[in-house]
């Protein structure tokens, strides 16, 4: 009885210093890449956007930190997230009205954004993968790369009201734009 007390105490602390350990290492990680919401809405319209937003910190972003033509999380921490309550038709494809999690592959002038349906609980597997599952892709455009004049410290994602409502994802002197009919 008493082996078995001893061995109910020592999980349940091991469990305590688990989580709180946990808890530690997700604010540490909150700090360098602090959460950002970007809501969206006209007319009937609404758009939110989830993401991490880590600073450049004198660092070669694109080519650099975020490899040219890999999978990126878009943003750091959790997986990107993008809800809309409408259909939206991007680069010609129907994304319906739901969330997905939103992914890039930058490469030098142009970027691949895919729109997924599957929520991911963190951006990376434990090897540093990306862990988007292509076969959840609901939508998938590529966009040009606009080179900015200015650099964008801190990664910053964005709806703009242009001629349509455009995604608009900025960081380094790098801006691509992706247009949502």
Not at 45 to 69: A, C, E, S
Not at 73 to 89: H, I, K, V, W, Y
Not at 130 to 145: I, N
């Amino acid at each position: 009885m008493k082996v078995l007390k001893w061995f109910l105490i020592i999980i349940g602390a091991l469990l305590v210093l688990g989580f709180a350990g946990f808890k530690v290492m997700q604010h540490q990680t909150k700090k360098a890449s602090p959460e950002g919401t970007v809501a969206y809405a006209n007319g009937d319209l609404k758009i939110d956007v989830f993401h991490n937003r880590p600073y450049k910190k004198g660092r070669v972003i694109f080519g650099g930190l975020v490899p040219y033509d890999e999978v990126w999380r878009t943003g750091a921490n959790e997986a990107t997230t993008f809800t809309t309550n409408q259909d939206l038709s991007i680069g010609g494809k129907l994304l319906p009205a739901g969330k997905y999690t939103l992914w890039t592959v930058p490469h030098a002038d142009s970027w691949q954004v895919f729109f997924n349906k599957r929520m991911y609980n963190w951006g990376v597997n434990m090897d540093g993968v990306a862990s988007r599952d292509p076969a959840e892709d609901a939508v998938e455009v590529t966009v040009p790369v606009e080179v900015l004049p200015e650099v964008v410290e801190q990664f910053t994602i964005s709806v703009e009201d242009a001629e349509v409502p455009t995604l608009v994802l900025a960081w380094d002197r790098t801006k691509v734009s992706v247009p949502l009919r």
